[in-house]
């Protein structure tokens, strides 16, 4: 008796194994299917290179304050969309000199994550058409001065541009972010048309196990 009982249980056991396991594939099939994420999708950072719109070859265009370039907004005075074949560009074929008929600005406002810190590099140059030999300008996050740049064009040319490359970082604060290049080449008296060259610029996440946004779950 005490045999069969054993038998019993154990066969008992067994279903009982079974029925669970069967419940557990189920569970696993059935487990959650990823869900569309129902958040708004700001606008990226894009187009540090000043590729768009194309600009016109061995020339340039003229944008003044609050006409756009792609993704860029002129910020004050004017700036020169500079195309294919007039100078080397850093990246790409087309570049911006910060000064169109006077010292200008661009700015582009692009998404951050609150408490991220974020590396901006960027290529600078020079017109060397004409003076001043040095082209000065900075950058600006959010209407601060998060660094000054200053580049020597003497002997440069439309072949030995002599880029240089610059960074720094910020911690972004707002989910949104306005990263702004200013140039401060000339003065209101004797303006300049013959600006720091721009182009390269681009922003990366400095951390990524805070930007990938999930950590990976518990096992
Ligand atoms: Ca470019």
């Known amino acids: 008796m005490t045999t069969h009982r054993a038998r019993a ?7 009982l194994a079974a029925t669970l396991a069967t419940a557990g594939a189920a569970h696993a099939t059935a487990a959650p299917a ?3 994420r129902a958040v708004s999708v700001p606008s990226v950072f894009s187009d540090g290179s000043f590729e768009t719109p194309t600009a016109p070859v061995k020339s ?3 944008r003044t304050a609050g006409q756009t370039i792609g993704p860029w907004t002129v910020t004050k005075g ?3 969309h500079v ?4 100078w080397a560009a850093a990246e790409g074929d087309q570049s ?6 006077q010292a200008g600005g661009v700015a582009q406002t692009f998404a951050t994550t609150p408490g991220t810190r974020y590396r901006v590099t960027y290529s600078v140059a020079g017109n060397y058409s004409a003076g001043p030999a040095v082209k000065t300008g900075r950058v600006l996050v959010n209407g601060d001065e998060a660094q000054s740049f200053s580049f020597d064009s003497t002997g440069k040319t439309a072949v030995d541009m002599g880029y240089s490359t610059e960074s720094f970082e910020f911690s972004a604060v707002v989910p949104q972010t306005t990263l702004t290049f200013d140039s401060t080449t000339g003065t209101a008296a004797a303006p300049s048309a013959y600006g720091p060259v ?3 610029v681009s922003v990366t996440p400095e951390c990524c196990d805070k930007c990938s946004g999930t950590a990976a779950p518990a096992l």
Do not use: K
């Open 9 to 15: 249980t154990a066969a008992a056991l067994t279903a």
């Open 34 to 36: 990823p869900q569309p």
């Open 60 to 62: 340039f265009t003229t």
């Open 78 to 80: 004017s700036v020169d």
């Open 83 to 86: 195309g294919a074949g007039y």
């Open 96 to 101: 911006v000199d910060l000064n169109g008929g």
């Open 198 to 200: 721009l182009d390269a």
